[in-house]
């Protein structure tokens, strides 16, 4: 039987199906940070129960810790709580804690994939909705609850639904000035905010094979954004050439093995979706989002189109049907977030502003 790259990995990592619907899925790596760790780790507790495989957990602080003077006591007294919390937990089960000022600390979605923690094949979870990044390196990675946290430290399992698969073709070229992020902007704009409900996504075709491995993680960083449960891109050369020599993996030969074994999970040809979708790269316009919602966007040339169900949001931002974004006057920019604060974005953003000054009216941050 022909299957996606979904399909077998998840069928791999079942340990019991518990009815039609409901899985006993078992977790490969368990990431974890200071925000929806400390319940879970109560929990443990209180059950008398010690983490069942500590070496495929790995925690960082990234969250609620400051960007600046990071060698200065914590101001906020529940960041400062949530940060010792996550450090006397990891130090009282043995689990590896990459705290402030710790080589390895950065955002979870991103030191992952750096440390060769983020591997294809293989499930991934973390208490953190993007964690559908990860999905870039041909995983079936996604968030998960506190209550799933406590079951992958008591099991390495959880009980779970498991989702429909969802196959998102783009093909053509990109126009020049169009990122990733205006390709999933668009794609999410087409599939609605709560089009995604339900599924679990694979991007494919050619256009994202020419993505670069960071623009990748883009696009599936942001498949939270139209509901579905996670987003992932089959593993091919470009994975591997960005895995090798990354730590935690095999050297020489028995790397090149494993990079054989990773192209097996692949999708099979003629293997079908439960819901489909082809993209045209070509047609794709830069991106603005207009509203409080992802799926609230255009392209930059275009005029908003108002209608019922955008009365609140348009209200909110103080626009109009039939307005356009252009001309706007910016009051702030922000570069950073976990979708795209990786080194290729910032210094993407350097070609942009290097020689220029911005204007004194404007706020900007810069988050690493």
């Not at 960041?79 to 979870?108: A, M, R, T, W």
């Amino acid at each position: 039987m022909k299957q996606t790259i979904f399909e077998k990995i998840w069928q791999s990592r079942v340990v019991k199906n518990i009815s039609s619907d409901l899985d006993v899925l078992y977790i490969d790596t368990h990431l974890i940070h200071e925000v929806t760790s400390p319940q879970a780790f109560t929990g443990l507790e209180q059950k008398g129960l010690p983490v069942f495989r500590k070496n495929k957990t790995f925690a960082t602080v990234d969250h609620n810790i400051p960007t600046k003077k990071q060698h200065l006591p914590i101001k906020d007294t529940l960041s400062k709580l949530q940060v010792k919390s996550l450090e006397f937990n990891c130090k009282n089960h043995d689990i590896p804690f990459y705290g402030i000022g710790h080589e390895n600390n950065g955002i979870v979605h991103v030191i992952g994939p750096e440390m060769g923690l983020t591997l294809p094949g293989k499930t991934l979870v973390c208490g953190d909705s993007h964690t559908s990044t990860h999905g870039a390196f041909g995983c079936v990675a996604f968030g998960i609850g506190t209550t799933q946290v406590q079951q992958v430290f008591a099991s390495q399992c959880i009980v779970i639904s498991k989702p429909k698969t969802f196959g998102i073709e783009v093909t053509g070229t990109l126009q020049k000035g169009v990122s990733a992020k205006d390709l999933i902007l668009y794609i999410i704009n087409k599939v609605t905010a709560k089009g995604g409900a339900g599924y679990f996504i694979e991007y494919f075709g050619e256009t994202i094979s020419n993505l670069s491995i960071e623009e990748r993680m883009t696009v599936c960083n942001m498949s939270i954004e139209m509901g579905s449960r996670g987003g992932l891109i089959g593993p091919d050369e470009k994975t591997f050439e960005y895995l090798e020599n990354k730590p935690n993996l095999p050297k020489g030969d028995a790397f090149k093995q494993q990079c054989e074994d990773w192209k097996k999970i692949n999708t099979d040809h003629g293997a079908t979706f439960d819901n489909t979708l082809k993209i045209d790269a070509s047609s794709i316009e830069p991106m603005l989002t207009f509203g409080t919602s992802p799926d609230q966007s255009i392209a930059i040339n275009d005029t908003i189109e108002g209608n019922q169900d955008l009365e609140k949001a348009l209200s909110y931002m103080k626009f109009n049907s039939g307005d356009t974004l252009l001309n706007q006057d910016i009051n702030y920019v922000f570069i950073g977030s976990c979708t795209n604060s990786r080194i290729e974005d910032l210094r993407d953003a350097a070609k942009i502003v290097k020689g220029k000054t911005k204007a004194k009216h404007v706020n900007m941050w810069v988050v690493p």
